[in-house]
């Protein structure tokens, strides 16, 4: 059965569901990561964005909202709108909502490398070789002291620690990284080292079949 992503979002609104814990944590670190931003511009991007409710809350609340050009890429037209109605609201007019596929390196090229880097609701959902490819891709949508937030559940096989590995690989320092036992999966990276180069034409993870059973992204 095809999993329905607007649907997905329902969990968000029940206070005690795993995916309302890992999105107040979310929404946390991204504020902390502003906070601690240098003066100036700054860009965010976010891929597979959902509703853009982990980043479109933070910003309509944050004294740097006016300092942040973002572009959220997200494939579901309802979702799309739903993020969109959400900027418009906060009056976020440096906050771009696309209609696409997110797995596409050229979805960013004019926006990276990027202060803020959102990969959240993706590890989950796609098979862990594309996970380690992503993760060398953030090494090239990020900026030298910006910062990537990413998803991934705690069950076995536990691909955290892993993931941790290959950001370090990657050039990235962790800065908040969530235990098995919190159960929702936040990380939270920061690359120290200069960007790589952003590969054109480059799809990025392809998202498994609808048809094994859920997870939490």
């Not at 494939?75 to 906050?95: F, Q, S």
């Not at 596409?104 to 959240?120: E, F, I, S």
């Not at 060398?136 to 691909?159: Q, S």
């Not at 892993?162 to 235990?179: K, L, N, Q």
Request: net charge negative; aromatic share 6%; glycine share 8%.
């Amino acid at each position: 059965m095809t999993r329905d992503w607007y649907a997905w979002h329902d969990d968000y609104d029940r206070p005690d569901s795993p995916l309302s814990r890992r999105l107040t944590e979310l929404r946390q670190r991204i504020a902390e990561a502003l906070d601690q931003a240098p003066p100036g511009p700054l860009r965010a991007i976010s891929l597979c964005a959902g509703q853009g409710r982990d980043l479109i809350p933070v910003l309509a609340d944050h004294p740097r909202r006016d300092d942040v050009t973002a572009r959220l890429v997200e494939l579901d037209p309802r979702n799309v709108e739903v993020a969109r109605a959400a900027a418009a609201r906060a009056g976020l007019t440096a906050v771009e909502v696309v209609a696409g596929d997110a797995a596409q390196t050229d979805r960013y090229a004019d926006l990276t490398p990027a202060d803020l880097v959102l990969v959240c609701g993706v590890f989950g959902n796609i098979p862990d070789a594309d996970v380690r490819a992503t993760v060398g891709h953030c090494a090239a949508l990020c900026a030298t002291g910006g910062t990537v937030f990413w998803t991934r559940h705690r069950r076995e096989p536990d691909l955290v620690p892993t993931i941790c590995d290959w950001f370090a690989e990657a050039g990235f320092t962790p800065v908040a990284v969530s235990s098995p036992a919190d159960g929702v999966g936040v990380g939270v990276h920061r690359l120290t080292g200069p960007p790589r180069p952003l590969a054109a034409g480059t799809r990025m993870f392809e998202f498994v079949g609808d048809d094994r059973p859920e997870e939490q992204k």
